[in-house]
């Protein structure tokens, strides 16, 4: 089964919302992601495969220098085949495209394997204030 990413794919809120529930372990939300996406992102690339939205990254950005990677999920069935990287990648070469120069991304611990290993990502110091 080939899996096909989409850069600005068309993507339902239900779809969305229910991978966003699996991969993150919270019950199906009810956001409206279609508004959210259009109002504060640079893009974004969905994964497909059988018609079925199995990946999901969100590329916010500043207008200018800086775009932010956000909601990166992959479904739990999916995970460890290499799906994540390639979203990451994908919203990397368009972050690119548009003239960003840096790709920021912050994480829990445990995907740090993830991120700089698969990704590319390096280490940096950065501030984080909880609101």
């Known amino acids: 089964m080939a899996i096909k990413y989409v850069w600005r794919g068309d993507l339902d809120n239900t779809s969305l919302n229910a991978l966003h529930a699996d991969g993150f372990g919270h019950p199906v939300a009810r956001t409206d992601w279609r508004a959210r996406l259009e109002r504060h992102s640079l893009g974004w690339v969905c994964a497909w495969e059988d018609g079925s939205l199995i990946g999901f990254v969100n590329v916010a950005w500043d207008g200018g220098a800086h775009a932010f990677i956000l909601d ?3 479904a739990q069935h999916r995970r460890a085949k290499g799906i994540g990287a390639g979203l990451v990648a994908i919203a990397a070469d368009e972050a690119r ?6 790709l ?12 700089f290993d698969a990704c590319g990502f390096k280490a940096t110091t950065a501030g984080l204030i909880a609101l």
């Open 72 to 74: 990166t999920v992959v």
């Open 104 to 115: 920021h991304v912050d994480f829990e611990d445990h995907l740090r394997p993830f991120y």
């Open 97 to 102: 495209a548009a003239k960003c120069a840096w």
